[in-house]
């Protein structure tokens, strides 16, 4: 919580002076601690680099990654994804982060709110897991990634988990274990079933992947 300068008092009324003045409160927002720091006091600060993709710190569903096209700041509401040389594309990323891999890393790193929103901190957002990005999946998957962005957009993660899971090998739906797959979708089903039913008691969470 922002600490308040001792001179001033915080106070949600607004009390005007006269007709098409200024409200009175607004004269001391300049003496305010997280105003008072910049130059101009109005000024907000935002990040000398722009970030790749964006990721933001609270989803219902799982974490999706914003690839920005256009070269947009943003303010720490978000988290700013910059790619170290070498990396797979943003987009690709973007792609890889529905698999049931990354679904099932966010729901054990990240911590369950009211409503059933799940946050992801700095140090939890970095601890995500991504299928590696190698040989033939690389080049798959910028092909899906519009028809993946469209399913996302319209909350059908389970059909974009689906079809992500399938290019990296992971058995979607399978419980046993295998030397030749990775199956990590059920987990997905009950962790998120537990996290949306305990806040929401909305069965129909069970169809989350």
Same mark, same amino acid.
């Given at each position: 919580? $922002?600490?308040?300068?001792a001179?001033? #008092?915080?106070?949600?009324?607004?009390?005007?002076?006269?007709p098409?003045?200024?409200?009175?409160?607004?004269?001391?927002?300049?003496?305010r601690?997280?105003c008072? /720091?910049?130059t101009?006091?109005?000024?907000?600060?935002?990040?000398?680099? =722009?970030?790749d $993709? &964006?990721?933001?710190?609270?989803?219902?569903? %799982?974490?999706?990654? @914003? @690839?920005?096209k256009v %070269?947009? #700041?943003?303010?720490?509401?978000?988290?700013g +994804?910059?790619?170290k040389?070498?990396?797979?594309?943003?987009?690709s990323l973007?792609?890889?982060?529905?698999?049931?891999?990354?679904l099932?890393? $966010?729901?054990v790193? %990240? !911590?369950?709110y009211g409503?059933? /929103?799940?946050?992801?901190?700095?140090?939890?957002?970095?601890?995500l897991? @991504?299928?590696?990005? *190698? %040989?033939? +999946?690389?080049?798959?998957?910028?092909?899906?990634?519009?028809? *993946?962005?469209?399913?996302?957009? *319209?909350?059908?993660? =389970?059909?974009?988990a689906?079809?992500?899971?399938e290019? &990296?090998?992971l058995d979607?739906?399978?419980?046993?274990?295998s #030397?030749?797959?990775? !199956? @990590?979708?059920?987990?997905v089903?009950?962790?998120?079933?537990?996290?949306?039913? *305990?806040q929401t008691?909305?069965n129909?969470a069970?169809?989350?992947?």
């Amino acid at each position: 919580m $922002a600490r308040q300068s001792a001179k001033v #008092r915080s106070t949600s009324k607004v009390v005007a002076t006269k007709p098409g003045c200024a409200p009175l409160h607004a004269m001391y927002q300049a003496q305010r601690y997280k105003c008072r /720091v910049r130059t101009p006091w109005y000024a907000v600060p935002l990040p000398k680099r =722009r970030a790749d $993709a &964006f990721l933001p710190y609270m989803f219902h569903l %799982g974490p999706r990654l @914003v @690839v920005n096209k256009v %070269g947009a #700041r943003s303010t720490n509401l978000l988290h700013g +994804v910059s790619l170290k040389e070498g990396a797979p594309p943003a987009a690709s990323l973007a792609v890889a982060m529905a698999s049931s891999l990354t679904l099932l890393s $966010a729901e054990v790193e %990240g !911590r369950a709110y009211g409503g059933g /929103v799940l946050k992801l901190e700095t140090r939890e957002a970095e601890r995500l897991l @991504v299928p590696d990005i *190698t %040989g033939l +999946v690389a080049d798959r998957l910028p092909a899906i990634f519009h028809s *993946t962005d469209e399913l996302i957009r *319209t909350g059908d993660i =389970r059909s974009a988990a689906r079809s992500v899971d399938e290019i &990296f090998g992971l058995d979607h739906d399978a419980w046993n274990d295998s #030397r030749d797959h990775l !199956r @990590v979708a059920p987990p997905v089903k009950l962790v998120g079933f537990r996290r949306l039913t *305990t806040q929401t008691h909305d069965n129909r969470a069970l169809t989350l992947i």
